[in-house]
């Protein structure tokens, strides 16, 4: 009797161990698979590409049930995403507030380096009349210093030379007195233009105010949403390796708070184009990160999603 119960014991541990083989060779076969028949003694480095849409890929460990899955990052996408959606939000309820700042910012800061070079183009301009002014002045001195030495000349060739001088000094003169008529329009036109964009400056700087002011009002209102939001996103962030911050923000820096998408039917959520069969598969194992190769958001199962 004691030898029979031996025997099924011996069968039973058998069977076990067949089974538990058996399972293995199973399981072994899957990994396999999803990593480019990767074996657990593989020299190649963690990391290799398996496919086009496939961003990171970890080599099979020697222990195929420690296989480092991908569902806590995945799970921290989730959580970023969420975060980034309400974010979104607030960003949406400031409306074009900030956008509207910036282009009116934009046109101050035009206006204010028009109205300086206007300034400073009149001030040379005002100077540049004002010695000619002087110039001309001291010339029509010299003119009637020459008209009355006419008078007291002793033969006809000083008065011709006289007559002379005060002809090239009245050239002088009038090409001076053009370019002042010449200096005096542009200085008026200066004025009106100067006067013009001081109107508009003043007024674009009230506008400007006040929409920074709407603005201000709304940051208080959602400072301290705000703030918790990010903290937690940080958080979330530094759990994260660079490389999974680096594809999280690119995608998310596109599409603003909708860097994931779910597979749902076999579809992808954001852009609802249809995903092989076989990569949903393998989506579900979470065993590395999918994107969509029509949209480029990370892809995850619904059951994941279902069950964080």
């Known amino acids: 009797m004691t030898e029979i119960k031996n025997n099924e014991i011996s069968d039973e541990n058998s069977a076990s161990e067949n089974a538990f083989k058996n399972e293995g060779d199973i399981h072994s076969q899957d ?9 657990p003694d593989s020299e190649e ?7 086009a849409s496939v961003f990171f890929t ?25 975060i980034d959606e309400e974010l979104a939000d607030i960003e949406e309820e400031k409306g074009d507030l900030p956008s509207e700042i910036r282009t009116i910012r934009s ?35 010299k003119i009637n210093k020459y008209d009355e030495q006419k008078f007291n000349v002793r033969s006809n060739t ?11 000094l009245f050239v002088i003169v009038e090409k001076n007195e053009k370019k002042i008529k010449e200096i ?5 036109g200066l004025n009106i233009d100067s006067h013009s964009r001081e109107t508009d400056l003043t007024e674009l700087s009230g506008e400007l105010s006040e929409k920074e002011k709407q603005l201000n009002e709304l940051n ?6 705000e703030s918790a939001l990010l903290e937690k996103r940080n958080d979330l962030i530094s759990k994260l390796a660079p490389e999974f911050v680096t594809l999280y923000e690119k995608i998310n820096g596109s599409y603003n708070g909708e860097a994931t998408a779910i597979v749902r039917n ?25 994107t969509c190769q029509s949209c480029g958001r990370i892809l995850i199962s619904e059951e994941l999603q279902s069950n964080g």
């Open 31 to 39: 990994i396999n698979s999803s990593n480019s028949d990767h074996s």
């Open 45 to 51: 480095p963690a990391g290799e590409e398996s496919g």
């Open 58 to 82: 970890f080599e099979a460990a020697e222990d195929e049930s420690e296989i480092p899955k991908k569902t806590g990052i995945l799970k921290i996408f989730l959580e970023l995403r969420e």
């Open 107 to 141: 046109k101050v800061e035009r206006l204010s380096g028009s109205l300086s070079a206007e300034k400073e183009r009149f001030t040379n301009l005002t100077d540049e009349k004002n010695s000619l002014e002087d110039e001309n002045s001291s010339y029509e001195e």
């Open 158 to 168: 000083e008065y011709d030379e006289i007559t002379k001088a005060i002809e090239s």
């Open 184 to 188: 005096i329009k542009e200085i008026e």
């Open 220 to 225: 208080e209102q959602y400072l301290q949403d």
């Open 266 to 290: 076999g579809n992808c959520s954001g852009c609802y184009n249809s995903i092989p069969p076989q990569r949903v598969i393998e989506i579900k194992t979470a065993e590395n990160i999918y």
